[in-house]
């Protein structure tokens, strides 16, 4: 069978090109369109070199695999090696996926015209095959894409809070919400808004049964007990609801494990009366402000105040 080699070299850089691209729009990478085609050019001629020279396994698959990040360091001019390594990831992912729906089309169309040799794939079968392989997997991909990372923007919202208060400990699933900017009027103190019933280990179920009293100015018989809690009236608005109050209270600190684990003594707990969320995935909200505003306090420190 007679292999043309300008045709294959066409045949893998339109594959590589569309890869290369995949892989910069998934990973949000900047896109450089010269440079992208410099690195498909590379991976084409790799292609053709590994064919007339055969390696073998596992001196192929060493040179595969510098020749793959020799692509990531053309096409995307990173310097960083976490986004080196997540680039090169999905680079594979992208390239299995289109790699399997070429298959899939090329032995569809024309299967008696196509051979395996020296780790490529050579044949009589039309170049548009491979740019509608290409076109199909960037689009499965794509849609793939989409689904997990929806899923993990939900996840990766969720963090483990930890509020300290007068000896007494709760631990609780909170979500990061950027819409969240509440602070108490005053000090202008950064507001957790938490579910009422989340705060039983550390608040009597007295005073938090009594939450609309206490708003209302109806005090318990045990006024001791509420002065005690330095409660703050703290005003919100939201969806429905224009002109709301909230009871908070200062606790001792709190812990915020995120990526990092962070102690503050600097916020102020808001009890909400109600629900958060239905399915019970968090029962408190935290605004982003207080993540990028971190102030790391020590424990010692926290409880000398």
Not at 7 to 23: A, Q, R
Not at 41 to 62: D, E, K
Not at 88 to 107: D, E, N
Request: hydrophobic share 45%.
């Amino acid at each position: 069978m007679k292999i043309y080699l300008d045709i294959v070299l066409l045949e893998n850089f339109i594959m590589n090109y569309i890869i290369i691209f995949s892989t910069a729009i998934i990973s949000k990478s900047k896109i450089n369109y010269l440079k992208i085609g410099i690195a498909s050019l590379v991976a084409g001629l790799y292609s053709i070199l590994n064919y007339l020279w055969n390696l073998g396994n596992v001196g192929s698959f060493l040179v595969k695999f510098l020749i793959s990040i020799l692509i990531i360091l053309i096409g995307f001019d990173s310097h960083k090696i976490k986004t080196i390594v997540k680039q090169l990831i999905l680079f594979y992912l992208v390239s299995f996926t289109f790699g399997g729906i070429a298959f899939m089309l090329l032995f569809l169309v024309n299967p008696a015209n196509i051979v395996f040799e020296n780790g490529l794939l050579v044949g009589s079968y039309p170049v548009k095959i491979t740019i509608v392989g290409g076109i199909v997997g960037f689009v499965v991909i794509a849609c793939v894409s989409y689904i997990i990372k929806d899923r993990l923007r939900t996840k990766s919202m969720l963090c483990d809070l930890e509020i300290f208060y007068k000896g007494n400990y709760q631990k609780l699933k909170t979500m990061i919400d950027t819409g969240n900017f509440l602070k108490e009027p005053i000090s202008q103190t950064d507001v957790i808004i938490v579910e009422k019933n989340s705060l039983r280990g550390i608040i009597s179920d007295e005073i938090l049964d009594n939450i609309d009293n206490i708003i209302q100015g109806k005090w318990l018989d045990s006024k001791e007990e509420i002065y005690s809690y330095k409660f703050k009236v703290i005003p919100f608005s939201s969806l429905g609801n224009d002109n709301g109050l909230l009871i908070g209270f200062k606790p001792d600190y709190i812990k915020i494990l995120d990526e990092e684990e962070c102690i503050r003594n600097d916020v102020i707990i808001g009890i909400y009366n109600g629900k958060l969320c239905k399915s019970n995935l968090y029962t408190s909200l935290i605004g982003l402000d207080i993540l990028t505003n971190k102030k790391t306090f020590s424990k010692e420190s926290t409880m000398r105040e």
